[in-house]
């Protein structure tokens, strides 16, 4: 079972507070969220909003439902209902088909390959660690336990990934 959450704007920069920094692009950027808790889910969907990130998030809730998605498959047929991310949260410990294995099949994937990864995540793991970036993770964070850190890592993750960082523009098949 998908969910689309359409991001109410706020008129305010995520990034206040960093030095010289103008406002995010105007065009709400697209994250995939991989996470099949719901509270963990409703959070960082939260957090996202609390920090004036604009965006449009796809919430799947196991494996097999990321790469539908990823991939065009079931219900995820048609372009408008599966628009490439410019960012994907991933949890590891999914049902049906674990976060490890989705990231290895979206980094061997050409046209997926580019879209940057992060695992957000409970396990400190250094196993864990180790295959997400074994598998070409671009970045792997612990969830934090505190709302208020929470908070500042998902105001963070917003301006680095969709405000500095930038990535290839390719062709959307």
Not at 27 to 40: A, K, T, W, Y
Not at 126 to 149: C, G, H, M, R
Request: hydrophobic share 35%; net charge positive.
């Amino acid at each position: 079972m998908g969910f689309k959450y359409n991001y109410r704007p706020l008129y305010r920069n995520i990034c206040d507070g960093y030095r010289g920094m103008s406002v995010l692009k105007r065009n709400p950027s697209v994250i995939l969220l991989v996470e099949d808790d719901d509270g963990h889910a409703t959070l960082t969907m939260r957090a996202l909003e609390k920090a004036g990130v604009p965006n449009k998030i796809y919430w799947v809730i196991d494996g097999e439902e990321a790469l539908d998605y990823l991939f065009r498959k079931e219900k995820y047929v048609e372009k408008g209902e599966s628009p490439r991310p410019d960012l994907i949260l991933l949890d590891l410990r999914l049902p049906k088909l674990d976060g490890h294995n989705v990231l290895k099949e979206i980094k061997k994937t050409a046209e997926l390959k580019y879209i940057p990864v992060v695992v957000f995540t409970t396990s400190k793991s250094d196993k864990d660690i180790l295959q997400a970036y074994t598998n070409y993770v671009n970045s792997y964070l612990v969830k934090p336990a505190d709302f208020d850190e929470f908070y500042r890592m998902i105001r963070a993750l917003g301006c680095y990934w969709l405000k500095w960082n930038r990535t290839p523009k390719l062709k959307e098949a």
